[in-house]
């Protein structure tokens, strides 16, 4: 019985006060803003005022009693962020994607599309693979998975230097050959 009461007074206990410090914003705790140290006429920075220290002035800093903090801090209205600086910023390259030309090989139909932001490919992909048998979908899906992406073969080596996947020549070549066309294009 004992063990209930206490069990029961303590679930109500905590859950009393999870409600009382979650029931308004800004008012479970205080945010405190520390000042950044003052240069001296000598150049030396001098400590921020604290508690114990008195302000460059020479005045004691004023302290507030925690009730008088919370309830001015629930009070007040919050503050807005400050607006972003107005000025020159460096412009941030747009990315642009480029379409290689359709190349055609004993088994089907090739076509890359890569993305570039600036002078760099961030991706490949193919827009066209030979699909005729259960073999070409396996060979395609092999050039596909290690050319393509923005981890692939592409991105990596920022060229249409690419290594020939085996059993898959004409497919590595046809997307070379999209691809080289499309980086022309890009530069």
């Given at each position: 019985?004992?063990?209930?009461?206490?069990a029961?007074?303590?679930?109500a206990?905590?859950?009393?006060?999870?409600?009382?410090?979650?029931?308004?914003?800004?008012?479970?705790?205080?945010?405190r803003?520390?000042?950044?140290?003052?240069?001296?006429?000598?150049?030396?920075?001098e400590?921020?005022?604290?508690?114990?220290?008195?302000?460059?002035?020479g005045?004691?800093?004023?302290?507030?009693?925690?009730?008088?903090a919370?309830?001015?801090?629930?009070?007040?209205?919050?503050?807005?962020?400050?607006?972003?600086?107005?000025?020159?910023?460096a412009a941030?390259?747009s990315?642009?994607?480029?379409?290689?030309?359709v190349?055609?090989?004993?088994?089907?139909?090739?076509?890359?599309r890569?993305?570039?932001v600036?002078?760099?490919?961030?991706?490949?992909?193919?827009?066209r693979?030979p699909?005729?048998?259960?073999?070409?979908?396996?060979?395609?899906?092999?050039?596909?998975?290690r050319?393509s992406?923005?981890v692939g073969?592409?991105?990596?080596?920022?060229?249409?230097?690419?290594?020939?996947i085996t059993g898959a020549?004409?497919?590595?070549?046809?997307?070379?050959?999209s691809?080289?066309?499309?980086?022309?294009?890009?530069?």
């Amino acid at each position: 019985m004992r063990r209930a009461f206490l069990a029961i007074t303590g679930l109500a206990a905590s859950t009393t006060a999870l409600v009382v410090f979650k029931a308004a914003p800004g008012t479970g705790q205080l945010a405190r803003e520390v000042p950044a140290p003052a240069p001296t006429a000598a150049g030396k920075a001098e400590p921020a005022a604290g508690p114990d220290r008195k302000t460059p002035s020479g005045s004691p800093k004023p302290t507030r009693s925690a009730a008088g903090a919370s309830r001015s801090a629930s009070s007040a209205t919050p503050k807005r962020p400050a607006a972003p600086p107005t000025g020159t910023a460096a412009a941030q390259p747009s990315a642009s994607t480029v379409v290689g030309p359709v190349v055609t090989n004993e088994f089907g139909e090739v076509q890359v599309r890569i993305t570039v932001v600036g002078d760099r490919i961030v991706n490949a992909a193919a827009l066209r693979l030979p699909r005729r048998t259960a073999q070409s979908d396996l060979r395609s899906d092999q050039v596909d998975s290690r050319y393509s992406g923005t981890v692939g073969m592409v991105v990596e080596r920022q060229s249409a230097d690419l290594d020939t996947i085996t059993g898959a020549t004409a497919t590595s070549d046809s997307y070379r050959g999209s691809l080289q066309a499309a980086i022309d294009q890009a530069r």
